[in-house]
Every structure is written in C-alpha cells, then in structure tokens.
C-alpha cells in the first residue's frame, strides 16, 4: 500500500454529477508529499460490487468511497481526515452517523449526529443531525454518502446485490475486525449531498439479508 496516497472512488451513471464532484475534489488542498487519484466505476452491477473493483485497482492506503452526487466544500477535508486516521484504531469516517443501528439496522431510526448542507425533495439547505461528541465521536454506522476508510475490507457483494445498506454493512465489517467507525466534529458542514428522492425499492429486502447477516433485532 502506498501510504502517501489517496484515492476517491465513486460509481457514476450521471455525467454532469460526475464532472461536478470531481471538480470540487480537485480543488482540495493536498497535504505535502501526498498524491491523489480519482477512480470511476461505470455500470457497477451494485455499489458493492463496483466499489471492490476499484478497491483492487489503487493501492492507496486512505480510500474515500463517495455518491457521485456529492460535493466536499472544505478545502482542508484531507488534512483533517489524516489527522483522524493518526488513531490506528480508527478505520472508517463518514460524514453522518447513527448511534444505535443494531437495534433495527436502518440508519434513520436511532439518534444521527453530523451536519450537512443537503438537498432533497423535501427541503434544501443546512442539516443539524446532532453535535459530536468531542473531536470525534464512535457510531455503530455512517450514512453512505462518503465513506473515507485507511484499512481495505472486501464489500459484501456476496450478499448485497443491490444499492442499499453496503454502508450499514461496511461499518459492521470495521467493526468486526476491531475498528472504529467516528463522524468527526466540525464548525460546519464539510459536504453538500444532492440526493434528490430516495428509490427504496429494494431496501427493505436488503434490510433482511442484513439482520440476518448480522445478528440485529428485526
């Protein structure tokens, strides 16, 4: 693994989504003596699927897996990223947690915390979903929206086929293997996420693969 490395994956099927997200990330301030890369998967059968396939194409230690329809406005996001994956035990940050998800397994029925600058159907603008507790704080899943790992963990795409819960998957995959899973404190939102109207057609499936997977209260 290249330790002086970061590579932002993202799975696209929206070109103008693309071009946008990636003309923020190139506007990042890149920490010295670091290089970073930018990986697309087209046409991925699942998010799981296409994520591992990038995964297997960089060998950069720090991996930030994001929508394409998201965009980072802190110009600093690396530099505090790598300060967070100083603590060894630290292996996933995301941008929005949930604190309690093994009681049900979908993100929005427990207590969040994080904050955003979002958009849906419903409303636009600044989100609070709840203050960090310290200069990070442990979750037991991040919302999927970004995910920034320094430890590569296969995806589970032997059981998720789909776009739904590889988030909620991944995050108890860190944590299985002894890692922490944190949403980091912030003055303001460090993303804005375009994400528009939720499809869940197939969530609810996957919800059962994973309370099954998992060994989480239905």
Same mark, same amino acid.
């Given at each position: ?75 600093? %996001? ?6 967070? %994956? ?34 849906? @159907? ?11 507790? *310290? ?12 995910? @920034? ?15 739904? %819960? ?7 995959? %860190? ?39 998992? *060994?989480?209260?239905?």
């Amino acid at each position: 693994m290249d330790h002086k490395k970061i590579c932002f994956i993202m799975c696209t099927n929206h070109a103008l989504y693309e071009k946008e997200c990636i003309s923020y990330i190139q506007k990042l301030h890149i920490p010295k003596g670091f290089q970073m890369e930018v990986l697309t998967v087209k046409d991925a059968l699942s998010m799981t699927a296409g994520y591992n396939e990038a995964m297997s194409q960089s060998d950069a230690k720090y991996k930030v897996y994001l929508h394409q329809d998201v965009f980072i406005i802190h110009k600093n %996001f690396l530099d505090d990223l790598l300060k967070l %994956f100083e603590h060894k035990e630290i292996g996933m940050v995301g941008m929005v947690g949930s604190t309690n998800i093994k009681e049900h397994a979908v993100m929005w029925y427990s207590e969040r915390v994080g904050k955003l600058y979002s958009n849906s @159907a419903y409303r636009a603008g600044y989100t609070l979903f709840g203050e960090v507790s *310290g200069s990070y704080q442990q979750v037991d899943a991040v919302d999927g929206l970004l995910m @920034a790992t320094q430890y590569d963990i296969p995806w589970r795409e032997d059981i998720l086929k789909n776009w739904d %819960f590889y988030d909620v998957s991944q995050s108890l995959e %860190f944590q299985k293997r002894g890692y922490q899973v944190v949403v980091p404190a912030a003055e303001q939102p460090w993303c804005i996420h375009d994400d528009g109207i939720l499809n869940l057609g197939n969530y609810y499936k996957e919800r059962e693969i994973i309370v099954k997977e998992y *060994g989480l209260s239905s």
